[in-house]
């Protein structure tokens, strides 16, 4: 699928809606890191610890949602320490994760043109700073960040990238990560081979839309392309 404009209220902008895009902000899972294995397994562990029965893979990206605190309160879960005990021992235990596919070319090439890279996840701090480390991306990524709820984050973590709202794309493959951008005023990229179905990430409606995380830097040289008044094709 190809890069999605931004739409507003009147139709749809060219890239040139926007500056300039400086910094970079990413979530973790799904999109640089591919856990969905694991995070499936501690979710579905966590079902079983409170009697719930398990659903399919293509249930879950359908349903998933975060804060992972009001997904499961929904359901009538709401021992918060029992759920994240159950769940960090059965994603431990399920491992197998591992870099994304692009993942690593991604941020070298955006660290390369200059742009400011940050992520902003729910993965907790321990885990996040362990396969940081173990992917190699310790060198091109400046922050990381844990909020179970990430629009309490997002406004704090653009002040610290000095850059103006309209200069930074937050990339995410979950329906809250576009809400988050949206709360943030920042620009929403949504990466489609996710946690969340793709249809649930359409009906969000992000700013725009990449297959993958290989095609972001593609994206993001066009943005900055067309707004210097060199329109590629």
């Not at 960090?88 to 070319?105: D, Q, S, T, Y």
């Amino acid at each position: 699928m190809k890069s999605r404009a931004r739409r507003t209220a009147k139709g749809t902008l060219g890239f040139c809606g926007m500056g300039k895009i400086k910094a970079v902000i990413f979530d973790w899972s799904g999109v640089l890191c591919d856990d969905f294995d694991a995070v499936y397994a501690g979710d579905m562990a966590v079902f079983d610890a409170f009697g719930l029965p398990k659903i399919s893979t293509e249930e879950y990206r359908r349903t998933i949602e975060l804060p992972w605190q009001d997904f499961y309160k929904k359901k009538g879960i709401t021992d918060v320490e029992k759920i994240s005990a159950v769940f960090r021992k059965a994603f431990a235990e399920r491992g197998n994760v591992r870099p994304l596919p692009g993942a690593l070319e991604a941020l070298r090439e955006l660290h390369g043109k200059g742009l400011k890279i940050a992520v902003l996840s729910a993965k907790s701090q321990d885990f996040l700073k362990q396969e940081c480390a173990e992917f190699g991306f310790g060198g091109f990524i400046g922050t990381l960040e844990t909020h179970f709820d990430k629009r309490k984050g997002v406004n704090g973590l653009v002040e610290k990238l000095g850059a103006k709202k309209s200069e930074v794309v937050f990339v995410g493959d979950m329906v809250h990560d576009v809400e988050t951008a949206r709360h943030g005023g920042i620009i929403s990229v949504a990466v489609l081979n996710g946690h969340n179905s793709r249809e649930r990430l359409l009906q969000a409606k992000p700013d725009y839309c990449i297959e993958s995380i290989g095609e972001l830097a593609n994206l993001v040289g066009k943005i900055n392309g067309e707004c210097n008044g060199k329109k590629k094709n």
